[in-house]
């Protein structure tokens, strides 16, 4: 299983959010009773991989001797827990060779070529996908998570430096916070501005000794904090999630919204559109010709649907005929109303278990209604029949044509999504 996708490229704020992500992939509530202890060795296994990851030092000893630079120096991998190096591949698709080495990520992110674009008022958005069951969509859904963000150092109020210190002038980039760089582009030279590694990008920075003790100069500290976020009943699909001001804090800027995204989960019985949702039920012969009174569905709150059928006298039900229950679809959002239920009747016919003496069906032909007056024709042909043709086969033989639809078909189930 995928813990997360990252570019090689990927900057703190990319394995942050990858270890966020991760927190609540595993958060107890995401998974069954059964697979909880292994999800808590793989949520201990991913911390440590964050932890190496965000550690400048440590990951330069990841970078340059694998993992065995940490197992062997009191840091040993718990019993049975999935190999970090795995781990580490998974969420960041590939070796981490290319990520050390990455210029100047430490501080704005990247910068494209060209001048340096003015500061934001505002941190970035932290933006993300969050998959949500049906049920829970059906009942709204509280979910706790901790989460690692930074935040303005608290000693030196996001100055970098001592109280009475003052930051020198960057001399690699002349205090311009990048520089230009030739790169070699194929056979041609090309310039390109990059963030000054020196500086990090400010274009000034403090003398180890005037660094400030409790951020060592990064202006910023992580910071372990408890979220909550809340899914209200009836939400959708692209609906969003806002932790306002809970993104990374960065010296002289509003912090930006931590905004989960929601991605409803397939459902397994239900299909929803809108506010609507619509499932198949079964029903034998017997009963869409005589009548019965039953569950015929559990809802996704869990509770039985009961039919009694027929309503009118004689009435019977006919294979995909379509049973509308008002107000038992999903919640509407800020009201009380519901969208409607959509029960599509499937008539299961006796299988070949089924067994009628000739008295049996003689009874049938009197019962049921007549067939239609005969065809008539001339000549009259009788011919022999597979009783186990498949639709599938219709136009295979003819190469091109057979195939071509056949695969369009395929790769798009028909289904329902009007709104
Ligand atoms: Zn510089
Ligand atoms: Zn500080």
């Given at each position: 299983?995928?813990v997360?996708?990252?570019?090689?490229?990927?900057?703190k704020?990319?394995?942050?959010?990858?270890?966020r992500?991760?927190?609540?992939?595993?958060?107890?509530?995401?998974?069954?009773e059964e697979?909880?202890?292994?999800?808590?060795?793989?949520?201990k296994s991913?911390?440590?991989?964050?932890?190496?990851?965000?550690?400048?030092?440590?990951?330069?000893?990841?970078?340059?001797?694998?993992?065995g630079?940490?197992?062997?120096s009191?840091?040993?991998?718990?019993?049975?827990?999935?190999?970090?190096?795995?781990?580490?591949a998974?969420m960041?698709?590939?070796?981490?060779?290319?990520?050390?080495?990455m210029?100047?990520?430490?501080?704005?992110?990247?910068m494209?070529?060209?001048g340096?674009?003015p500061?934001?008022?505002?941190?970035?958005?932290?933006?993300?996908d969050?998959?949500?069951?049906?049920?829970?969509?059906?009942?709204?859904?509280?979910?706790?998570?901790?989460?690692?963000?930074?935040?303005?150092?608290?000693?030196?109020?996001g100055?970098?430096?001592?109280?009475?210190?003052t930051a020198?002038?960057c001399?690699?980039?002349?205090?311009?916070?990048?520089?230009e760089?030739?790169q070699?582009?194929?056979?041609f030279?090309t310039?390109?501005?990059?963030?000054?590694?020196?500086?990090?990008?400010?274009?000034s920075?403090?003398?180890?000794?005037?660094?400030?003790?409790?951020?060592?100069?990064n202006?910023?500290?992580?910071?372990?904090k408890?979220?909550e976020?809340?899914?209200?009943?009836?939400?959708?699909?692209?609906?969003?999630?806002?932790?306002?001001?809970e993104?990374?804090?960065v010296?002289?800027?509003?912090?930006?919204?931590?905004?989960?995204k929601i991605?409803e989960e397939?459902?397994?019985?239900?299909?929803?559109a809108?506010?609507?949702?619509?499932?198949t039920?079964?029903?034998?012969?017997?009963?869409?010709?005589t009548?019965?009174?039953?569950?015929?569905?559990?809802h996704?709150?869990?509770?039985?649907?009961?039919?009694?059928h027929?309503i009118?006298?004689?009435?019977?039900l006919?294979p995909g005929?379509?049973?509308?229950?008002?107000?038992?679809?999903?919640?509407?959002?800020?009201?009380d109303?519901?969208?409607?239920?959509?029960?599509?009747?499937?008539?299961?016919?006796?299988?070949?278990?089924?067994?009628?003496?000739?008295?049996?069906?003689?009874?049938?032909?009197e019962?049921?209604?007549?067939?239609?007056?005969?065809?008539?024709?001339?000549?009259?042909?009788?011919v022999?029949?597979?009783?186990?043709?498949?639709?599938?086969?219709?136009?295979?033989?003819?190469?091109?044509?057979?195939?071509g639809?056949?695969?369009?078909?395929d790769?798009?189930?028909a289904?329902?999504?009007a709104?």
């Amino acid at each position: 299983m995928q813990v997360l996708e990252i570019h090689q490229s990927a900057s703190k704020d990319d394995i942050r959010k990858a270890y966020r992500k991760a927190a609540l992939t595993n958060h107890p509530d995401k998974v069954p009773e059964e697979e909880r202890e292994e999800a808590s060795i793989r949520f201990k296994s991913v911390q440590e991989a964050y932890d190496i990851l965000y550690d400048d030092d440590k990951r330069h000893l990841y970078d340059t001797h694998g993992m065995g630079a940490f197992n062997g120096s009191g840091e040993p991998g718990m019993a049975g827990a999935p190999d970090l190096d795995d781990l580490l591949a998974q969420m960041f698709g590939g070796g981490m060779g290319g990520m050390g080495g990455m210029p100047g990520m430490g501080g704005m992110g990247g910068m494209p070529g060209g001048g340096r674009p003015p500061k934001p008022r505002r941190s970035p958005d932290e933006e993300q996908d969050y998959e949500v069951s049906l049920e829970d969509l059906y009942k709204g859904k509280t979910v706790k998570f901790s989460s690692v963000k930074n935040i303005i150092c608290g000693l030196c109020k996001g100055k970098g430096g001592k109280e009475k210190a003052t930051a020198k002038k960057c001399s690699t980039c002349d205090g311009q916070g990048h520089k230009e760089v030739l790169q070699r582009m194929g056979q041609f030279l090309t310039q390109q501005s990059v963030v000054c590694t020196t500086c990090n990008g400010q274009g000034s920075y403090f003398s180890p000794k005037d660094k400030c003790k409790k951020c060592k100069g990064n202006r910023t500290t992580e910071e372990k904090k408890l979220l909550e976020i809340y899914i209200p009943r009836g939400a959708r699909q692209g609906d969003k999630i806002v932790l306002e001001g809970e993104a990374d804090q960065v010296p002289d800027q509003e912090p930006g919204d931590i905004v989960f995204k929601i991605v409803e989960e397939e459902h397994p019985v239900f299909a929803r559109a809108g506010s609507d949702l619509q499932t198949t039920i079964d029903v034998t012969l017997a009963e869409s010709l005589t009548g019965f009174s039953r569950v015929v569905l559990k809802h996704l709150d869990g509770r039985g649907i009961e039919l009694n059928h027929p309503i009118t006298p004689g009435a019977i039900l006919s294979p995909g005929q379509v049973l509308k229950v008002p107000g038992e679809g999903m919640p509407m959002k800020r009201t009380d109303a519901r969208g409607d239920l959509y029960l599509v009747v499937d008539v299961k016919f006796p299988d070949s278990n089924w067994n009628p003496t000739p008295a049996m069906i003689e009874k049938l032909k009197e019962i049921l209604p007549k067939p239609e007056a005969p065809i008539v024709a001339s000549p009259v042909d009788e011919v022999t029949y597979d009783p186990k043709g498949s639709i599938d086969d219709f136009g295979a033989q003819d190469g091109d044509g057979g195939s071509g639809w056949e695969d369009e078909e395929d790769d798009e189930p028909a289904q329902c999504a009007a709104q």
